[in-house]
């Protein structure tokens, strides 16, 4: 008896400890809610690390581009996630493509990431064909701005942490998708406990 107790108790702890590990992450904050806005937290930077792998990975960046992560990282964190990423670069290339992280969201062990990505001057992004993540083809954005917005949706795995699972190409003007995306989010999900 006093072994089940014991166990018991155990369990309890256990959950009430992950439950506070829950995470609830806007950047930029959306008005009324409650959401962390800690560019530098560790789920965040892990989330944008990942999700720019997968935007470079899917766009076929195979030469050096330049990465941006969203307003308010620190630079000491910036810098480190650059040697961890294939052909990344954090100076500006002036004939490169460039990938720049506008919004984070995470719930939980959801996240969705969206980026705007630039093609290099004269060159669309390649889209490999054969990519299971691929939602759209990329396609020219109806004015003369080359700039297309990604968005990446994760999961958290408390082995491997987090993955992409799916990657998508907007093919409305950037402005206009990152609001479109944002509220799709908003309401793709349950608000935390309060």
Request: aromatic share 6%.
């Amino acid at each position: 008896m006093r072994m089940r107790l014991m166990i018991l108790a155990v369990l309890a702890g256990c959950m009430l400890a992950s439950a506070g590990c829950i995470k609830y992450v806007n950047i930029p904050p959306m008005e009324g809610d409650v959401a962390e806005t800690n560019a530098n937290d560790d789920h965040v930077l892990q989330v944008q690390e990942e999700a720019i792998r997968a935007a470079a990975e899917t766009s076929g960046f195979n030469s050096p581009y330049t990465f941006r992560t969203v307003t308010g990282t620190q630079e000491r964190h910036y810098l480190a996630m650059a040697p961890r990423l294939p052909n990344a670069t954090v100076d500006d290339l002036p004939n490169g493509a460039k990938l720049e992280v506008r919004q984070v969201y995470i719930r939980g062990d959801r996240a969705q990431v969206d980026l705007v990505r630039t093609p290099a001057p004269g060159t669309q992004p390649q889209m490999p064909t054969t990519d299971p993540t691929l939602v759209m083809p990329p396609a020219p954005p109806p004015s003369d701005d080359p700039r297309q917005l990604v968005t990446v949706y994760m999961r958290w795995d408390a082995i491997g942490g987090w993955y992409d699972t799916e990657v998508k190409v907007w093919r409305i003007p950037v402005e206009q998708a990152l609001l479109v995306s944002s509220r799709q989010f908003a309401t793709s999900v349950e608000a935390p406990p309060q």
